[in-house]
C-alpha cells in the first residue's frame, strides 16, 4: 500500500525501545517480548521465508537487496498508537516493511503483503489486480474459505460492481469495507482466471501497463490490447465458470 492510503501513519515504532528482533534469509522480525508474535516466531519466520519463495518464483524478479521488515503489535490499540492504523495488516512500501496485529485469534501471515512489496519491480497497479494478485498467491480468503465459493455467493447476493468499474483505482477504494472479505476473494478468483486461461505472462503485462495514475478507459484499453477482449467479455466468461 502506498503511503496516502494510511494518511494517519507514522513512525512512533521507530522510537519504542521495547521490541525484541529475529532475522532470517529475507526477513527481520520485530515484536514485544512474551507476546503471542514472540511465542510464534519460529512458525513465523517458516512461514514467511515460504512465502518468500514462492512469491518470487511466481514474479519471476530478482531477489531484493534489502530484507523486509516486520512489525508484530499484541493489540488493536498498541499498533494504532505506533504506527496510526488498527487493521490487521497493511505493506508500507516507501519503508519495506509490514506491520501485523499478531494475537490469539489474528494470524495474518503468508504471501499476501509480502506480495505487495516484491511485485514493486512490476509497478503499482489498480487494486483489481495488485490485491487480485496477492490473494491469488494466498489461494484462499482470510479464514481458509474457498475465493470462488465466496464470489458465487456475493454474486447471488449482487454485492458485487461490475469488474471493469475496478480499472478505475478509486472504484476500489470506494467499495463497502462489511464486503471486504468477498470484495478480496472477487479480484483473487478473476485474476486466478486470467492467469489461467490466457497465461502469468499476460497477466504479468497487463499488470505492469495498467495504473493508478490511469482512468478507467485508459486502463480498459490496455486489458483489450493485451487480452484482445473487452475486460465486460472477459468477465462474462470468467462469471459462466462460475456458475456451472
Same mark, same amino acid.
Given at each position: ?104 485469534? +489474528? ?6 503483503? +509480502? ?130
Amino acid at each position: 500500500m502506498s503511503e496516502q492510503l494510511l494518511p494517519n501513519y507514522h513512525h512512533k515504532f521507530l522510537t519504542d525501545k521495547g521490541w525484541a528482533t529475529k532475522e532470517s534469509t529475507h526477513y527481520i522480525f520485530h515484536y514485544f517480548p512474551q507476546s503471542v508474535a514472540e511465542q510464534d516466531i519460529e512458525v513465523i519466520e517458516k512461514r514467511q521465508e515460504e512465502a518468500f519463495a514462492k512469491i518470487i518464483k511466481f514474479l519471476k524478479v530478482p531477489e531484493p537487496e534489502k530484507k523486509i521488515i516486520y512489525y508484530f503489535y499484541p493489540d488493536p490499540e498498541t499498533k494504532k498508537e505506533l504506527m496510526g492504523d488498527d487493521w490487521y495488516a497493511q505493506a508500507i512500501s516507501q519503508d519495506f516493511t509490514v506491520h501485523v496485529l499478531y494475537t490469539e485469534t +489474528d494470524k495474518p501471515l503468508g504471501e499476501h503483503e +509480502d506480495t505487495h512489496l516484491l511485485s514493486l519491480p512490476w509497478g503499482l497497479s489498480v487494486g483489481l489486480f495488485q490485491e487480485g494478485l496477492a490473494e491469488y498467491l494466498v489461494g484462499h480468503g482470510w479464514h481458509g474459505e474457498n475465493h470462488n465459493d465466496l464470489v458465487r455467493d456475493g454474486l447471488d447476493r449482487n454485492i458485487f460492481p461490475p469488474i471493469g468499474e475496478l480499472l478505475e483505482y478509486k472504484k476500489w477504494l470506494a467499495l463497502n469495507d462489511s464486503n471486504a472479505l468477498y470484495n478480496y476473494a472477487l479480484v483473487a478468483s478473476f485474476t486466478k482466471f486470467l492467469i489461467e486461461n490466457y497465461g502469468r505472462d499476460k497477466f504479468e503485462q497487463v499488470y505492469r501497463l495498467t495504473s493508478r495514475d490511469k482512468t478507467k478507459e485508459e486502463n480498459g484499453e490496455v486489458f483489450l490490447k493485451i487480452y484482445r477482449k473487452p475486460i465486460e467479455e472477459v468477465e462474462g466468461s470468467w462469471k459462466e465458470q462460475m456458475l456451472v
